[in-house]
């Protein structure tokens, strides 16, 4: 898979679980972008937990809802 497709898997992931359009496609460029934590900014490292901590917990309310 190219780098384009795995940025746009996770975008459609993120978008797909209720995830702000902009704010998938940040994090989706982040996460592809295979730098480690210590080298993005805090903006970065702030977005993408929060990006994160919201698709988690759509994951976890859809599982329970279709009992996966």
């Known amino acids: 898979m190219s780098l384009k497709e795995k940025e746009e898997f996770f975008h459609i992931e993120l978008v797909k679980h209720g995830v702000e ?8 460029r982040i996460i592809v972008s295979g730098k480690p934590d ?28 279709y009992g996966q």
């Open 21 to 28: 359009y902009h704010k998938a496609a940040e994090v989706a």
């Open 38 to 65: 210590e080298l993005l900014t805090d903006k970065e490292r702030q977005l993408a937990t929060e990006v994160c901590r919201e698709w988690v917990k759509q994951r976890q309310r859809l599982a329970f809802i």
